[in-house]
């Protein structure tokens, strides 16, 4: 559905030398805002996103210098929600896995806190992936 390469800072990493386990959901949370702005109306003053749920399978540390590539599949859509499942891997090895799980993510009127539906640019990019990526730092 969309893939973000994402380089990693020596800010991210903790004592032991590698990306702290926290980190990851940083980069996580990065490539995902790539993908909606990517969208038109995904942030809508009626209709925001919110994380409802995240699964992370730590694979294998990461160590700096690194590039990563994050990379989001699309598992289920609902009216007001969507599962993105998650790899991310080496950008220059794809076959290195680091991490890997999903999120669930809930449109919201930021208003009510009540969901709504997902935008029609949301339901289309899930529905019908096409590839792009975005570089962070």
Known sequence: MFAATITVRWRDLDAFNHVNNSTYLTYLEEARLQWMQSMGDAFEPAATPVLAASELNYRRPIAWPAQLQVQLLCERVGNSSITIAHRMVDAGDP???????????????????????LPPSVRQAAQHPAPSAGTAQ
């Open 95 to 117: 076959q290195t896995l680091y991490c890997d799980g999903r999120v669930v993510m809930v449109w919201i009127d930021p208003s009510t806190g009540k969901p709504v539906p």
